[in-house]
């Protein structure tokens, strides 16, 4: 039998926690023959609510889950790390400026770089949920220096699935018919949900929709505020959506992207269409040998250009505003 993998999972007692962990322990994350232990982590006051969830755990008798273990001290709960899903972070409140937001994560993704540094397992995989996604990334991979930058990565899988369904609802297709779609630039309302490069059924969507009305007017608008509309509807923000999100992602980072088709994920740029070195920035990735790989040599056209260059002029101010900060350096 294999040896569990140690999943450590930050914000466990939260909302994207509850959605996320039993699917790990029922083997969805890395694979029906692949044991895992749980590593919980949270804040003191949120320990209670984690133990609780621990118990259903428990109460479900996951052949796979090999255990559980709570902590509210990153040192240990990052201790032997295989993946690391760093879901917990400082909410944007009412008349909170961004310098605040960023400071405050600053002040917990930073910690948390440094202990995965230190304890981590060699092979260790980080992804990073909490938002603001892509900059906590850069500041938890700033801390790290021992370990590969591309180990770090931040979700943009929702954005991309959120788009596969908004682009199969309006072809009348299923979400399989569609490959090759692509998430640019950053986890917010600026990210650039590409169709160009993307396959239905094998031909070109944007032949397929023949609209570019509708392409810019409302398929952009309308995948890069899904969030706000779920929140709008919802009362509470995507939680089942974001938690199977993150499955996909690791999912596809240990077992392989499949052949003729690629995924988004937001990782340190090696200068590959522009973006500048080091940015967490969402590309078209596929994985081989459990290692994300930025598609090479696409064709870029002026409408996709100024929506990539936005995004990433946005992530640049992030960069710039945690460096003033001195959260990195
Ligand atoms: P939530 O507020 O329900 O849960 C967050 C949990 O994190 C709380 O239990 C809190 O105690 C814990 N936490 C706070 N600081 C922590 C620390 N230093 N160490 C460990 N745990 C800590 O929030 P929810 O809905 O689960 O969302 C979590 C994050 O995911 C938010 O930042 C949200 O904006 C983000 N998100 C990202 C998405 C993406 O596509 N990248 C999609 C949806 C949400």
């Given at each position: 039998?294999?040896?569990?993998?140690?999943?450590?999972?930050?914000?466990?007692?939260?909302?994207?926690?509850?959605?996320?962990?039993?699917?790990?322990?029922?083997?969805?994350?890395?694979?029906?023959?692949?044991?895992?232990?749980?590593?919980?982590?949270?804040?003191?006051?949120?320990?209670?609510?984690?133990?609780?969830?621990?118990?259903?755990?428990?109460?479900?008798?996951?052949?796979?889950?090999?255990?559980?273990?709570?902590?509210?001290?990153?040192?240990?709960?990052?201790?032997?790390?295989?993946?690391?899903?760093?879901?917990?972070?400082?909410?944007?409140?009412?008349?909170?400026?961004?310098?605040?937001?960023?400071?405050?994560?600053?002040?917990?993704?930073?910690?948390q770089g440094a202990a995965i540094?230190?304890?981590?397992?060699?092979?260790?995989?980080?992804?990073?949920?909490?938002?603001?996604?892509?900059?906590?990334?850069?500041?938890?991979?700033?801390?790290?220096?021992?370990?590969?930058?591309?180990?770090?990565?931040?979700?943009?899988?929702?954005?991309?699935?959120?788009?596969?369904?908004?682009?199969?609802?309006?072809?009348?297709?299923?979400?399989?018919?569609?490959?090759?779609?692509?998430?640019?630039?950053?986890?917010?309302?600026?990210?650039?949900?590409?169709?160009?490069?993307?396959?239905?059924?094998?031909?070109?969507?944007?032949?397929?929709?023949?609209?570019?009305?509708?392409?810019?007017?409302?398929?952009?608008?309308?995948?890069?505020?899904?969030?706000?509309?779920?929140?709008?509807?919802?009362?509470?923000?995507?939680?089942?959506?974001?938690?199977?999100?993150?499955?996909?992602?690791?999912?596809?980072?240990?077992?392989?992207?499949?052949?003729?088709?690629?995924?988004?994920?937001?990782?340190?740029?090696?200068?590959?269409?522009?973006?500048?070195?080091?940015?967490?920035?969402?590309?078209?990735?596929?994985?081989?040998?459990?290692?994300?790989?930025?598609?090479?040599?696409?064709?870029?056209?002026?409408?996709?250009?100024?929506?990539?260059?936005?995004?990433?002029?946005?992530?640049?101010?992030?960069?710039?505003?945690?460096?003033?900060l001195g959260l990195i350096k």
């Open positions: 039998a294999k040896a569990p993998v140690n999943v450590t999972v930050t914000g466990a007692a939260g909302q994207i926690g509850y959605a996320l962990l039993f699917r790990i322990a029922s083997g969805q994350l890395l694979g029906a023959d692949t044991p895992v232990r749980l590593r919980l982590l949270e804040i003191p006051q949120a320990i209670k609510a984690a133990e609780g969830t621990a118990m259903e755990l428990d109460d479900c008798a996951f052949p796979l889950l090999a255990g559980v273990d709570i902590y509210d001290d990153p040192r240990k709960a990052f201790d032997g790390v295989n993946v690391a899903l760093l879901v917990g972070a400082r909410p944007r409140t009412k008349g909170m400026e961004r310098r605040d937001l960023l400071e405050a994560n600053g002040g917990i993704f930073g910690p540094n230190d304890g981590a397992a060699d092979d260790v995989r980080v992804l990073v949920v909490g938002n603001p996604a892509n900059t906590n990334a850069l500041i938890a991979q700033a801390h790290a220096p021992d370990i590969p930058a591309d180990r770090f990565t931040a979700m943009t899988r929702l954005d991309h699935n959120r788009a596969l369904s908004q682009l199969a609802a309006k072809l009348n297709v299923s979400v399989s018919d569609i490959k090759k779609l692509t998430i640019w630039g950053n986890h917010s309302a600026t990210q650039y949900p590409d169709i160009f490069h993307a396959e239905v059924n094998g031909r070109s969507a944007v032949e397929a929709v023949n609209d570019e009305e509708w392409l810019r007017d409302t398929f952009i608008p309308t995948v890069a505020k899904r969030g706000a509309a779920i929140i709008e509807a919802r009362g509470a923000s995507s939680a089942a959506s974001a938690a199977n999100a993150a499955i996909d992602h690791v999912y596809d980072w240990v077992n392989g992207t499949p052949e003729g088709d690629w995924t988004s994920v937001a990782l340190p740029s090696d200068g590959s269409y522009g973006v500048p070195e080091g940015l967490v920035s969402s590309f078209p990735v596929v994985s081989r040998n459990g290692s994300w790989e930025i598609v090479q040599g696409l064709e870029i056209n002026e409408f996709s250009r100024e929506r990539i260059d936005a995004s990433v002029r946005e992530l640049e101010e992030e960069r710039e505003a945690v460096r003033a």
